[in-house]
Structure formats: C-alpha cells, structure tokens
C-alpha cells in the first residue's frame, strides 16, 4: 500500500502544483480583469475583488463570475461607446448648425444694420431723375413764364398803340378845296 500511496502522492503532488501554477496564473488574470474592470467603470463600488483564500471550484466558479460580470460591463461599455458614438456625432451636427445659424445671424445683423443706407441709396437713384426732371420743369417753366410776360408786354404795348393811334390821330374830315376859277387865272 505504501508503494500505490507513494505514487498518488507524487501524482498528487505535481497536480497541486500545477493547480497551485494555474491559480496563480488565474489570480493573475482575475487582477489583470478587476484592474481593467476597475479602469472602465471607474467609481462602481459594487464590484470588489475577494480577498479571502477560496477553494480552487470557488476560484473557478469566481473567475466564471467575474468573466460574466466583465462580459456584461463590456456589453453596457460597447452600448455606452455607441450611444457617445451617436450623440458625438449630434453634437458635431448641432454645432455645425449653430456655426452656420451663429454665420447667418451675423450676416442678417448686419443688413439690418445696411438697411438704412442701402434704402438712403436707393431712393438716391431713384430721386436722381426725378430731380432732374423737375430742374428741367422748372427751367422751362421760367422760360415759358419769361415768353408769357415778353408777349404779354408787347401785346400790351401793341393794343397801346392801336387803341392810341385811333385815339391819336385826328380825324380829319375831307373837304374839298375850293378853288375858284378867278384866283387860277390870276396866277398865270
């Protein structure tokens, strides 16, 4: 029996230590795991790795855990990526769009700001050749009105002179000279 033991033993033995060997080799990973665990979901504090030495089908049944839990915190760590993601890139649209709304108000501000001097100018140009137009109603109307009193004077100078020349001149009334036959002879 001490020879069958023997060997048991030793199999024993060099399985422990490669249990030994391999939980190391899983705490390690279960730290490397709660380290990153701990780097993603930084403040969660209902995660706490154990501390207290367990049985090699608890440690297993822990690691088994702990990939689950890992696997779900990678699962909401990916949605959460995604919806940044999504929401990244509406924010990068809103700001796009308040950029152009910021531009476009910018830009209203300031032709309402114009509006005044744009209105001055076009009723400017549109006043010019009214301006004109009524600079050359007035010329011609004081011309008109210089004609009007230059053939007003000379009507009124004419009718002056027509109604003095009836006036003016004497009316002679013809008679006849009365030569005598006597008187001619006398001459000769």
């Keep these: 029996m ?18 030994r060997q391999e939980l ?21 504090t209902s995660f706490t790795p154990p501390t207290t030495k367990v049985e090699p089908e608890l440690n297993l049944s822990l690691l088994q855990e702990l990939r689950d839990q890992l696997q779900a915190v990678e699962e909401q760590v990916a949605f959460y990526q995604e919806e940044i993601s ?8 809103l700001r796009q769009s308040v950029q152009e709304l910021t531009d476009r108000s910018r830009m209203l501000e300031q032709v309402v700001q114009e509006l005044p001097q744009i209105y001055r100018r076009k ?12 600079a050359t109603l007035q010329r011609e109307n004081r011309q008109l009105q210089a004609e009007l009193q230059s053939v007003s004077y000379r009507l009124a ?29 006398s001459t000769v």
């Design 123 to 134: 009723f400017e140009e549109r006043m010019a050749p009214v301006r004109d137009k009524v």
């Design 157 to 185: 100078l004419k009718n002056r002179y027509s109604n003095h020349s009836a006036i003016d001149l004497p009316n002679f009334t013809r008679s006849e000279p009365k030569i005598s036959v006597t008187d001619d002879l």
């Design 24 to 44: 190391q080799l899983r705490d390690q990973l279960v730290q490397q795991l709660s380290q990153e665990l701990f780097r993603l979901v930084k403040g969660n």
């Design 86 to 93: 999504h929401r990244d890139t509406e924010i990068y649209q």
């Design 2 to 19: 001490i020879t069958s033991d023997t060997p048991n033993i030793q199999e024993l033995s060099s399985e422990i230590s490669q249990l």
